[in-house]
């Protein structure tokens, strides 16, 4: 259908169809968290949606995982590649890294065309986050893999509904590569749900718009959100600015921390991020596929111009992204990918640490990164197989005039952590602990949050595999600010046995009541953090976030006990802050 000159709609049409787009969106994700089988969609809620135009182009998406805005695309696209007869009632599936857009094989993306009047109109499209697609381990997330083939089922393209017919032989074959059959097909089948609700809702915008008016709305959307960021970028400093980040290893050369650098080109409206310095791809699940890359950019230029613009692809149309062929942010086929969140962490902070150079007032530190547990086994009762995947966060980074938040996910990891309940009455497990770690935030004049400190005992036999980062390097401070604390995976701690797990690690036999504690860092600290308000610092000792002796080492106050709780010394923290001036001139 050929689109008339945008200028035509009315600024009170398009305002409508924005929100109601918006909306729509909103209604498909509530949709799948509530159809979700797996703890995984449901609980923590690792998965999202979108609605594409029928270039493939995102034109809206309510965000909940950040880097899906470049997923949606490749993987739509792969689709309208592969198929060239594309019919109404359709449905698509792809979790290939390599031939479409997926950030790894778990997630799996379900896309639907939508249809008016006979012509294709656009997409609805959902990525969810699958709790095992076969592989050497449970869970399908091997610290260990050497290449994509040891990270599960990979699929292309391919039609799992014809024209309201399903195809049963693609199910077949899904849930003869899981572990866990019934939730990976559940799932799948609650994503096509949510993309049927969207394409509903999509029609019957049409009805009320008409189509015409509907698509000039898509185009302009793009357009507008495009203008807003090059309308902010034109305000940062000019120039010329770089920043490097490492992680841990890649789980297979340990030892051997992996470079992340970046070189920012800004001049006017445009701006170009330059990855090129990068290492070369690595041996071990570390690498990041180009469309991610642009879709984590894109997620740190939005939470520097507007947290609340509205998200398509015109965001992506604002800056340039170059990366190097072979390297572990754009690797050759078929380099393992599947733990690449760590190298998002670095990439993100990299980025911010950069930008922070031409725009000094949104600053901020480093926080904890991600990490997942996974733990397969068979139930004691029903005799089938289980994972229990959780996503669990840490500390944030300190930012301008204002403490990093404590027990949260980062950056563009933004899913949920599961609820203690849940996970008791679905899985072989008991948690023991779960707490803030004190001291564990970065001091500064604007404090890092607190990780989390989790433990569990293990009540039936089982494999389990980490996907973490920062237990080796720490999350850096900023302007002054101190570096977070590091975290730590420990397997029956204080016993004879005790095994300090690294931060990638795949299949460690876990026997009956063996105990593990997951130690998530803190964020980094921003400003000196001998300038922070001792009001500050004294309610942070309240809180039990800082301990007392901390408070006096590193920010310079004094608390002593008082009849019923910790005061300040101010004769003493007046001192404490004036030894400090003195060694800093």
């Not at 994972?387 to 996910?409: L, N, P």
């Not at 600290?525 to 942070?540: I, M, N, Q, T």
């Not at 910790?566 to 400090?580: F, G, K, M, N, Q």
């Amino acid at each position: 259908m050929v689109r008339a000159a945008s200028a035509a709609l009315s600024v009170i049409e398009l305002e409508i169809i924005k929100s109601s787009l918006s909306g729509i969106v909103q209604e498909m994700q509530n949709s799948l968290f509530r159809t979700g089988y797996s703890t995984i969609v449901r609980e923590s809620q690792d998965a999202s949606c979108a609605i594409m135009d029928a270039q493939a182009q995102v034109i809206a998406q309510h965000v909940v995982l950040p880097l899906h805005m470049g997923a949606f695309p490749a993987c739509c696209g792969a689709v309208l590649n592969a198929y060239h007869d594309i019919a109404d009632g359709d449905v698509f599936l792809i979790n290939h890294p390599y031939e479409g857009g997926s950030p790894h094989a778990p997630d799996m993306a379900v896309i639907t065309p939508i249809f008016h009047g006979g012509n294709l109109i656009g997409f609805c499209g959902s990525i969810a986050h699958k709790s095992d697609i076969g592989g050497p381990v449970p869970g399908s997330c091997s610290g260990q893999a050497r290449e994509t083939f040891n990270e599960g089922l990979h699929l292309p393209a391919v039609r799992t509904i014809r024209r309201g017919v399903p195809n049963s032989e693609i199910e077949r074959i899904i849930a003869a590569n899981s572990r866990t059959p019934e939730l990976v097909l559940g799932d799948i089948r609650g994503q096509i749900g949510a993309c049927r609700l969207g394409q509903q809702r999509i029609v019957e915008l049409i009805g009320k718009f008409g189509a015409e008016n509907a698509l000039r709305a898509f185009d302009r959307l793009l357009e507008l959100s495009e203008q807003k960021m090059r309308t902010a970028i034109a305000e940062w400093a000019d120039g010329k600015f770089e920043a490097e980040r490492f992680i841990d290893d890649d789980g297979i050369e340990l030892n051997k921390p992996v470079r992340i650098h970046v070189v920012v080109e800004k001049s006017g409206n445009a701006i170009r991020l330059d990855f090129s310095g990068s290492a070369d791809q690595t041996k071990g699940p570390a690498n990041v596929r180009p469309p991610l890359v642009k879709a984590a950019a894109a997620y740190v230029l939005i939470s520097l111009v507007d947290p609340l613009i509205f998200i398509n692809s015109g965001i992506l149309r604002s800056f340039e992204v170059k990366t190097r062929e072979g390297s572990v942010l754009n690797p050759r086929f078929p380099a393992p990918v599947n733990t690449y969140n760590a190298t998002v962490h670095a990439m993100v902070e990299a980025l911010f640490a950069a930008l922070s150079q031409a725009v000094p007032a949104r600053a901020r530190a480093d926080g904890c990164g991600s990490r997942s547990i996974i733990i397969g086994g068979r139930t004691t009762s029903a005799g089938k197989s289980y994972v229990q995947y959780e996503i669990v966060g840490g500390g944030a980074g300190g930012r301008a005039k204002r403490d990093g938040a404590s027990g949260t996910t980062v950056n563009q990891s933004n899913a949920k952590i599961a609820p203690i309940e849940i996970i008791e009455s679905e899985f072989p497990t008991r948690v023991e602990r779960f707490e803030l770690i004190r001291d564990s935030g970065g001091p500064g004049q604007f404090r890092g949050g607190l990780g989390i400190l989790r433990e569990y005992v293990n009540l039936a036999e089982a494999r389990f595999s980490i996907r973490s980062s920062k237990q080796v390097i720490p999350p850096h401070g900023a302007a002054g600010g101190a570096n977070g604390r590091t975290g730590d995976i420990i397997v029956n701690p204080g016993a004879p046995e005790e095994k300090r797990l690294p931060s990638r690690y795949a299949d460690y036999p876990l026997k009956a009541g063996d105990v593990f504690r997951l130690e998530t860092p803190g964020g980094g600290g921003l400003g000196d953090p001998f300038a922070r308000d001792p009001e500050k610092v004294l309610d942070d000792v309240l809180q039990v976030y800082v301990s007392p002796e901390k408070a006096a080492s590193e920010y310079g106050v004094s608390v002593v006990p008082s009849a019923h709780d910790w005061v300040i010394d101010h004769e003493a923290t007046a001192h404490l802050r004036s030894v400090r001036r003195k060694e800093v001139q």
